[in-house]
């Protein structure tokens, strides 16, 4: 009779161990409070910019943004931008968008990240298919790689067509950002000052094309690495320096062991976090 409990005791403890839900992500706000999936998208869709940060690999972001798009464009019309796409690939999106050259064709013409079947074409045909216009931030990445070299005065080298592709000259900076500041010591002096310098170009640049194709009555829904826009810093501050008006929501993305229980050290990264665990599946 004992061994016949002991037993019944180890299949109810199995069965109520691996009968556990495993959730792919779990929503928290600011505060580290559960959040629902609705409740995010209220608040986004009275916003005027939506910074929607993410791991470049991680395929649970990459479906949420999808999603995300999907359903505010029920709601409000809608102009999407992302870090991913360099601002003077412009003409090869557009091209794109409008039927005028195939994935193979805008493939080859512009600069398009190795992911970007998986996890942004989506997104660009969803624009596609809404008659959405799609901007692309980015600034080239030759042109960071000069500030990493050389700073913010290499810039001035460039012609009048390459300064259109970047934020107009001279950038504000403020070194003592504690994003800039992490950066820095986070690579142990290596890069020096310019290293956070060539993030700041990247914020700055994004904040601009943001900035320069907004319209009225629409919310620009802008997908970029969530270190871009953590602790409200990067393009948010950049934003915020041209206009202090701005109703801007932020998303940003954690890994931790167990995404039930909110890690104290993420709050206030963003608006709303968005904590996957650690073995997700990566997409490269």
């Known amino acids: 009779m004992r061994k016949l409990i002991v037993f019944l005791l180890f299949v109810a403890f199995s069965t109520l161990m691996f009968s556990q839900n495993k959730p792919a992500y779990k929503l928290y706000n600011a505060k580290g409070t559960k959040v629902s999936y609705k409740r995010m998208i209220h608040k986004m869709k ?4 939506v ?11 990459h479906w949420l943004q999808y999603e995300t798009t999907a359903d505010l464009n029920k709601l409000r019309k809608l102009i999407l931008g992302a870090e991913m796409l360099e601002a003077d690939n ?7 968008l409008a ?8 493939d080859t013409v512009a600069r398009l990240w190795k992911n970007h079947i998986t996890d942004y074409k989506p997104l660009v045909d969803l ?9 692309a931030t980015n600034i080239p990445r030759k042109f960071a790689s000069l500030v990493f070299k050389d700073g913010f005065d290499a810039l001035e080298a460039l012609s009048n067509e390459e ?3 970047i934020a107009p000259l001279p950038i504000k900076y403020d070194a003592t950002l504690p994003g800039y500041v992490k950066m820095k010591e986070m690579m142990g002096g290596h890069g020096g000052d310019n290293l956070p310098k060539a993030q700041a170009i990247k914020d700055a640049t994004m904040a601009y094309f943001i900035l320069k194709n907004m319209e009225n ?3 620009f829904l802008h997908y970029n690495g969530s270190y871009h826009s953590d602790n409200y810093e990067g393009i948010y501050w950049y934003l915020k320096q041209e206009n202090k008006d701005l109703n801007i929501v932020t998303v940003s993305v954690v890994e931790q062991e167990n995404i039930k229980r909110f890690n104290k050290e993420n709050k206030l990264k963003a608006d709303f976090i968005i904590v996957v665990s650690p073995t997700m599946t990566k997409t490269y």
């Open 99 to 106: 039927g005028e050259i195939d994935q193979k064709a805008f």
């Open 217 to 219: 009555n629409k919310l």
């Open 51 to 61: 910074l929607y940060g993410e791991h470049h690999n991680n395929p649970i972001v």
């Open 127 to 135: 624009a596609n298919e809404n008659k959405l216009k799609f901007i």
């Open 46 to 49: 009275k916003a005027d910019v």
């Open 163 to 165: 300064k259109s592709w």
């Open 90 to 96: 412009q003409t090869q999106l557009n091209e794109y």
